[in-house]
């Protein structure tokens, strides 16, 4: 190291600088004056770039800066040098500090080159004024956003502000009694119309829990749906219970609740709505008092149904056997006084004779009659789906064979099907189409139409004629028993048919009917329930 340094500064034998200029002055001074100047110029360079690197800390690589600093500081130094050895050959010094240039002014180059991307990536002063544009608008348009952002809030406060006075006022003023309940049954907040129920104040109420005023019986069951929906297991429940009032006294209520959790997913609080159903209560009990009196008079009329049905068939018994045969009697001794001394007696006696008879098997008839009506209102109902047309058909058969000589048209139609007991509305149609058949008997071209229309949206099964016909004046007299509108002479008859058919039809759920007008024959309509349709449609 010692060496190194000796070598450094000495000059040895060597001649200065000077005098291979011959010393002449100008070019000297010349020398010197440019040296010099270089490197003062060298040596301001890095002081600015100093000053530079420490006023703006922003700068990106700052030590890049340093780096040139030294750089040319040492170069300003190698001109110092050289204006030192115009007159000192100190060439070792020289030497030195022109080695230690290069290391730095390799050092910088090798460090420059690789950092060139990145200084190049730089923004320029046109881009910065760019993205300074750029960001002015976004600060701008930012302003604005916030500007709007503001005027939303402070409408979406006046909108809450709003909403919350409706809803403060719907809870208030409801209809109904809306409470807000802890898990604990704490009432938390209630409205007028609860206190009103309960008979509470707002106070008092809110200082004790609902389980305080719930009936002991209703209790239980009340909880159990608590627990349930704490549980998760239900999500509301409605039940009909009691509260004690503050005075002591019952009331019913009605009550819905839905359970409101938190954030996390825990029990918040009970909304619970409250409908006074004491009223309802009570008329469900009158309804139910009424019902269970109404039972009681069935249960007694049903009884005396029976009773009288006893009596009933008691009756017809007798009818059937006691009075019958003195009839028979009376007719069978008329019969056979006429027989056997019919050519001895007057002609005023036969005449007598004759109306005995007669009037005997009238009194037959109406005792029959009197027995099919007794039949028709007792008899248990076998329903079942049969062909209405089949059965028509029959009975014209039947009427054409006990008397072929009259020619009636019959209009049947087709396809007709019924549901009822076949046996009981077989009587029907046969006392419906044996009026058209005795009432069409002046008629010279007798028709009797059984066909189906529809009226009201409900199927009817028609008989009609073109025959005698009636005063619909005289319509209330119809279906009464032993009522007739026509004389014995013009059609003969007891006037049960019709009672029956009406009693039969009534039997079934239905109804019947019938429009006429003298001379232009009659139409008997019957509805019955379609109760097989709406069996079906059920299963």
């Given at each position: 190291?010692?060496?190194?340094?000796?070598?450094?500064?000495?000059s040895?034998?060597?001649?200065?600088?000077?005098?291979?200029?011959?010393?002449?002055p100008?070019?000297?001074w010349?020398?010197?004056?440019?040296?010099?100047?270089?490197?003062?110029?060298?040596?301001?360079?890095?002081?600015?770039?100093?000053?530079?690197?420490?006023?703006?800390?922003?700068?990106?690589?700052?030590?890049?800066?340093?780096?040139?600093?030294?750089?040319?500081?040492?170069?300003?130094?190698?001109?110092?040098?050289?204006?030192?050895?115009?007159?000192?050959?100190?060439y070792?010094?020289?030497?030195?500090?022109?080695?230690?240039?290069?290391?730095?002014?390799?050092?910088t180059?090798?460090?420059?080159?690789?950092?060139?991307?990145?200084?190049?990536?730089?923004?320029?002063?046109?881009?910065?004024?760019?993205?300074?544009?750029?960001?002015?608008?976004?600060?701008?348009?930012?302003?604005?956003?916030?500007?709007?952002?503001?005027?939303?809030?402070?409408?979406?406060?006046?909108?809450?502000?709003?909403?919350?006075?409706?809803?403060?006022?719907?809870?208030?003023?409801?209809?109904?009694?809306?409470?807000?309940?802890?898990?604990?049954?704490?009432?938390?907040?209630?409205?007028?119309?609860?206190c009103?129920?309960?008979?509470?104040?707002?106070?008092?109420?809110?200082?004790?829990?609902?389980?305080?005023?719930?009936?002991?019986?209703?209790?239980?069951?009340?909880?159990?749906?608590?627990?349930?929906?704490?549980?998760?297991?239900?999500?509301t429940?409605?039940?009909?219970?009691?509260?004690?009032?503050?005075?002591?006294?019952?009331?019913?209520?009605?009550?819905?609740?839905?359970?409101?959790?938190?954030?996390?997913?825990?029990?918040?609080?009970?909304?619970?709505?409250?409908?006074?159903?004491?009223?309802?209560?009570?008329?469900?009990?009158?309804?139910?008092?009424?019902?269970?009196?109404?039972?009681?008079?069935?249960?007694?009329?049903?009884?005396?149904?029976?009773?009288?049905?006893?009596?009933?068939?008691?009756?017809?018994?007798?009818?059937?056997?006691?009075?019958?045969?003195p009839?028979?009697?009376?007719?069978?001794?008329?019969?056979?006084?006429?027989?056997?001394?019919?050519?001895?007696l007057?002609?005023?006696?036969?005449e007598?004779?004759?109306?005995?008879?007669?009037?005997?098997?009238?009194?037959?008839?109406?005792?029959?009659?009197?027995?099919?009506?007794?039949?028709?209102?007792?008899?248990?109902?076998?329903?079942?789906?049969?062909?209405?047309?089949?059965?028509?058909?029959?009975?014209?058969?039947?009427?054409?064979?006990?008397?072929?000589?009259?020619?009636?048209?019959?209009?049947?139609?087709?396809?007709?099907?019924?549901?009822?007991?076949?046996?009981?509305?077989?009587?029907?149609?046969?006392?419906?189409?044996?009026?058209?058949?005795?009432?069409?008997?002046?008629?010279?071209?007798?028709?009797?139409?059984?066909?189906?229309?529809?009226?009201?949206?409900?199927?009817?099964?028609?008989?009609?004629?073109?025959?005698?016909?009636?005063?619909?004046?005289?319509?209330?007299?119809?279906?009464?028993?032993?009522?007739?509108?026509?004389?014995?002479?013009?059609?003969?008859?007891?006037?049960?048919?019709?009672?029956?058919a009406?009693?039969?039809?009534?039997?079934?759920?239905?109804?019947?009917?019938?429009?006429?007008?003298?001379g232009?024959?009659?139409?008997?309509?019957?509805m019955?329930?379609?109760?097989?349709?709406?069996?079906?449609?059920?299963?």
């Amino acid at each position: 190291m010692a060496n190194a340094i000796s070598w450094i500064f000495d000059s040895g034998d060597l001649a200065p600088h000077g005098m291979c200029l011959l010393w002449r002055p100008d070019l000297l001074w010349s020398f010197v004056v440019a040296d010099s100047l270089i490197a003062a110029a060298y040596f301001s360079i890095p002081a600015a770039l100093v000053v530079l690197a420490r006023k703006r800390k922003d700068l990106a690589f700052p030590w890049v800066f340093l780096l040139f600093g030294a750089f040319i500081l040492l170069c300003g130094t190698t001109h110092l040098t050289d204006v030192l050895t115009l007159w000192v050959p100190a060439y070792g010094v020289t030497v030195a500090i022109r080695a230690v240039t290069a290391a730095v002014s390799v050092a910088t180059a090798v460090i420059l080159w690789p950092l060139m991307p990145k200084i190049l990536a730089l923004p320029s002063l046109a881009q910065l004024q760019r993205l300074n544009e750029e960001l002015r608008h976004e600060v701008l348009k930012r302003a604005r956003a916030e500007t709007a952002l503001r005027d939303l809030n402070a409408e979406l406060e006046q909108r809450v502000v709003k909403r919350t006075a409706e809803l403060e006022a719907t809870f208030e003023q409801a209809a109904v009694g809306i409470a807000h309940v802890g898990p604990d049954g704490k009432w938390l907040r209630v409205n007028s119309k609860l206190c009103d129920i309960i008979g509470y104040d707002r106070d008092e109420l809110l200082s004790i829990t609902f389980q305080d005023i719930t009936h002991p019986d209703d209790l239980k069951t009340d909880l159990d749906q608590v627990r349930r929906m704490l549980a998760g297991e239900i999500k509301t429940y409605s039940l009909a219970k009691r509260f004690v009032r503050r005075n002591g006294s019952l009331v019913w209520i009605n009550l819905t609740v839905s359970l409101v959790r938190d954030a996390r997913g825990h029990p918040d609080y009970f909304i619970s709505v409250i409908e006074d159903i004491q009223k309802r209560v009570e008329a469900e009990q009158e309804v139910a008092r009424l019902n269970a009196d109404l039972e009681r008079r069935v249960r007694e009329r049903t009884a005396e149904l029976e009773t009288a049905n006893g009596e009933l068939d008691s009756f017809a018994y007798a009818v059937s056997h006691d009075l019958r045969a003195p009839v028979r009697a009376m007719s069978s001794f008329a019969q056979a006084l006429e027989e056997d001394f019919g050519t001895v007696l007057p002609s005023g006696a036969r005449e007598f004779i004759t109306e005995i008879v007669t009037a005997s098997r009238r009194m037959g008839e109406l005792i029959e009659g009197l027995l099919v009506l007794s039949r028709c209102t007792r008899a248990e109902l076998q329903k079942e789906r049969f062909d209405l047309t089949e059965m028509a058909r029959g009975i014209f058969r039947e009427f054409t064979a006990t008397n072929p000589s009259r020619d009636v048209e019959c209009q049947i139609q087709a396809g007709l099907t019924a549901y009822g007991d076949p046996r009981m509305l077989s009587a029907v149609m046969h006392n419906l189409m044996e009026n058209a058949w005795k009432y069409t008997a002046r008629t010279e071209q007798a028709i009797i139409r059984v066909h189906a229309e529809t009226k009201d949206d409900r199927l009817f099964y028609c008989v009609s004629d073109n025959g005698a016909g009636f005063d619909m004046a005289f319509s209330q007299k119809l279906f009464q028993p032993f009522q007739r509108l026509h004389r014995q002479d013009e059609f003969p008859g007891i006037g049960i048919g019709l009672a029956t058919a009406q009693r039969v039809i009534l039997r079934h759920g239905g109804k019947i009917e019938a429009s006429s007008s003298p001379g232009s024959g009659a139409t008997f309509r019957f509805m019955l329930p379609d109760t097989d349709s709406l069996e079906k449609e059920v299963s």
